[in-house]
T-cell receptor, first 113, second 115 residues
Framework: GENVEQHPSTLSVQEGDSAVIKCTYS??????FPWYKQELGKRPQLIID?????GEKKDQRIAVTLNKTAKHFSLHITETQPEDSAVYFC????????????FGKGTTLSVSS | GAVVSQHPSRVICKSGTSVKIECRSL??????MFWYRQFPKQSLMLMAT?????????EQGVEKDKFLINHASLTLSTLTVTSAHPEDSSFYIC???????????FGPGTRLTVL
């Protein structure tokens, strides 16, 4: 089955810096890769996703890149702000009915002002 | 759009009792809902996949007789923790997927504490 590895487990940056979180997946058949942000005690919120037919996707300060050959994808946050502090999870799945997301272990991002 | 509700948000119960958690998709139909368990500072652990009108598919190591899942309609799935014990204390989160899209939206979670 699919296995998703996520690094780093913790990341501390200064406000205004960029943050990069990387994930690798094992199943070459996976074709959908979302990123979730979870604040303490809250639900995971979908912040961006990418499908395997696209190499990069950007939404304001957030971007995701996908390298299908190497089976890894990354989240890039530019101009970080204190409110970006949260746990970020990557996930992978086969875009088929009933197929669950497989999550990475999460990255705790701390942005200090 | 794509709002998922979950009830209750917090429950405290005595050991041996059963607890039912409801997950609803409010503005879309979800043929598939998922139930996760999350321990503090850990990732989401998939417990089961719930398909409307059919039996749930449980992940390895999850007792189906202990965690009863019912997906009676396209907008409602329930998780019943039967004969709860302190080790069942956790944060339970459901998610729902809209038909025709891989996007998965999460409920707010239920904090279960078993005394």
């Amino acid at each position: 089955g699919e296995n998703v590895e996520q690094h780093p487990s913790t990341l501390s940056v200064q406000e205004g810096d960029s943050a990069v979180i990387k994930c690798t997946y094992s199943d070459s058949a996976s074709n959908y890769f979302p990123w979730y942000k979870q604040e303490l005690g809250k639900r995971p919120q979908l912040i961006i996703d990418i499908r395997s037919n696209v190499g990069e996707k950007k939404d304001q300060r957030i971007a995701v890149t996908l390298n299908k050959t190497a089976k890894h994808f990354s989240l890039h946050i530019t101009e970080t702000q204190p409110e970006d502090s949260a746990v970020y999870f990557c996930a992978a799945s086969l875009n088929q009915a009933g197929t669950a997301l497989i999550f990475g272990k999460g990255t705790t991002l701390s942005v200090s002002s | 759009g794509a709002v998922v509700s979950q009830h209750p948000s917090r429950v405290i119960c005595k050991s041996g009792t059963s607890v039912k958690i409801e997950c609803r998709s409010l503005d879309f139909q979800a043929t598939t809902m998922f139930w996760y368990r999350q321990f503090p500072k850990q990732s989401l652990m998939l417990m089961a996949t719930s398909n409307e009108g059919s039996k749930a598919t449980y992940e390895q190591g999850v007792e189906k007789d202990k965690f009863l899942i019912n997906h009676a309609s396209l907008t409602l799935s329930t998780l019943t923790v039967t004969s709860a014990h302190p080790e069942d204390s956790s944060f339970y989160i459901c998610s729902a997927r809209d038909l025709g899209t891989p996007k998965e939206f999460f409920g707010p979670g239920t904090r279960l504490t078993v005394l």
